[in-house]
């Protein structure tokens, strides 16, 4: 079993800034990739950013600029800074996690987080 969890959301006004963190524990022989999804009232769940193994990195066109993402392997923990918010960026965010898990043989599992909510004043 892996579980993710986040913190960091909040209640910020526009301009300002949050972090967020993920940090992945229990059964967890590596992970291969790590990223932020997030969901707005009444809209599907999207891609924010998401970053691998390696350090390459992918961002949503309307973040790029904003938001960076980062992890720390030694700590299975993803971050994600965002600035310049904006009220458009309210949602729940979600961490996600691909995970190759330490069974014999290893499989990859996909894990999503419990969501954080983020919420941008105007």
């Known amino acids: 079993q892996v579980q993710l969890v986040e913190s960091g959301g909040g209640l910020v006004q526009g301009g300002g800034s949050l972090r967020l963190s993920c940090a992945a524990s229990?059964?967890?022989?590596?992970?291969?990739?790590m990223g932020w999804y997030r969901q707005a009232p009444d809209k599907e769940r999207e891609l924010v950013a998401a970053?691998?193994?390696?350090?390459?990195?992918n961002y949503a066109d309307s973040v790029k600029g904003r938001f960076t993402i980062s992890r720390d392997n030694a700590k299975n923990t993803v971050y994600l800074q965002m600035n310049s918010l904006k009220p458009e960026d309210t949602a729940v965010y979600y961490c996600?996690?691909?995970?190759?898990?330490?069974?014999?043989?290893?499989?990859?599992?996909?894990?999503w987080g419990q969501g954080t909510q983020v919420t941008v004043s105007s």
């Open positions: 996600n996690a691909l995970v190759v898990v330490t069974t014999t043989p290893k499989y990859e599992y996909d894990y």
């Open positions: 970053i691998n193994s390696g350090g390459s990195t």
């Open positions: 229990g059964s967890i022989f590596s992970i291969s990739a």
